[in-house]
């Protein structure tokens, strides 16, 4: 027996079309889930963007407030895809309302905000996810399940790396992501709190780090409406508040130690995402541009002991969901639908599946300690 569930998005811009797209190709993917998505309603500010969205994915009715979706008691469930300074407060109002959220990372502007969210999650009772869609790569689960299974051996060193151009040009409009109070740390909050998810994810718990941070572009022209990451503009320049490049190193509970790096502002590198793991008897390497390839070695030779090439396959994550043959590739997208059947699969069964907010909480708390170590020029404890 299934049963529809009624959804809504809040924001429009490119993740608003991630999301939807999921919502309409989920069940496609996951003919088994109990829960059938609709898309009730659709919020935009942006004059005429909530109507085109309703018009080309068939939203029943579209709104520029946030807050008529929350008055529409045909809503149970609703993705929050706006800007970061928006997180705290429509993500709380969400929970507090007893819909049930998927939001985007990274869950607003600091520690405090995502706290905020999910305890009124906690409170309200409803299930969450968030965005944090890397992890949800067949390969990566596959290379999860290598760590866990000690197929590398005890894990000594990684490097997460998060390089990308979409603000290398320096005619990249002013946008939201800019500025301190809209986009909070730069690209902390944009690229780091992914590699900070997939740390967490492959590694555990990171207990110390030290950071720097850099803005290599201090200023841009500014812009009249809205503007996406790739958007040039040429209006008066204004300044830039936060970070286009951020290093690290991190220690890991388990007593690994990490490298991790990201940049908005990386000439030559387009999503350049991706990780490298070391153990005592083998490693494994993986770029998100190749998604479904494992770099692997393993063995017993330690010296001249090669990387291979592993296809994720059928068996693998969710691969088998979306294909029947190993090496088959899939895309960024696809991540979104997995996400979002493990939003709907935890509503029916009512436990969590996949990424939490307390997940965002983590990564959060780790984001601001990267600014106070900056700060201070001195590691600092988790």
Do not use: C
Request: hydrophobic content about 45%.
């Amino acid at each position: 027996m299934t049963r529809p569930l009624g959804v809504a998005v809040v924001g429009f811009g490119w993740m608003g079309h991630a999301h939807t797209r999921a919502y309409l190709r989920v069940r496609h993917q996951y003919p088994d889930l109990p829960i059938v998505p609709h898309l009730v309603t659709v919020a935009d500010p942006e004059p005429g963007r909530a109507e085109a969205a309703a018009a080309q994915y068939g939203f029943a009715t579209a709104a520029t407030d946030w807050r008529d979706v929350l008055a529409d008691p045909r809503v149970e469930a609703v993705s929050v895809t706006a800007p970061n300074f928006l997180h705290r407060e429509i993500g709380a109002a969400v929970a507090e309302s007893g819909r049930h959220l998927w939001i985007e990372k990274p869950v607003g502007l600091t520690g405090d905000d995502a706290r905020r969210v999910a305890g009124a999650a906690t409170t309200a009772g409803v299930r969450s996810t968030v965005g944090f869609n890397y992890r949800a790569a067949p390969a990566v689960a596959e290379a999860r399940a290598l760590i866990a299974g000690g197929a590398i051996g005890r894990v000594t060193n990684a490097r997460f790396r998060f390089f990308s151009d979409y603000a290398a040009h320096p005619d990249g409009a002013l946008s939201w992501r800019f500025t301190r109070s809209h986009g909070g740390s730069g690209v902390l909050g944009d690229l780091a709190s992914h590699a900070v998810d997939l740390a967490r994810h492959l590694l555990g718990d990171i207990e110390a780090l030290v950071a720097d941070t850099t803005t290599v572009i201090p200023s841009r022209p500014t812009v009249t409406g809205a503007a996406s990451h790739f958007s040039r503009a040429d209006g008066p320049p204004g300044p830039v508040e936060n970070e286009d490049h951020v290093h690290a190193l991190l220690r890991f509970a388990g007593g690994a130690r990490g490298v991790l790096e990201a940049s908005r502002v990386a000439v030559g590198e387009q999503n350049t995402y991706g990780f490298e793991v070391h153990g005592t008897t083998g490693a494994l390497a993986w770029d998100f541009r190749r998604m479904g390839e494992l770099s692997v070695s393993t063995g017993a030779d330690y010296q001249s002991q090669s990387y291979r090439t592993v296809f994720a396959g059928p068996g693998q994550g969710d691969f088998g969901a979306f294909q029947p043959g190993a090496g088959i590739a899939m895309s960024y997208d696809d991540t979104k639908v997995i996400e979002a059947a493990g939003f709907l699969r935890s509503i029916a069964d009512d436990t969590p599946y996949g990424p939490t907010l307390d997940d965002a909480v983590a990564a959060a708390v780790v984001l601001d300690a990267m600014l106070d170590s900056v700060r201070t020029g001195a590691w600092v404890s988790l």
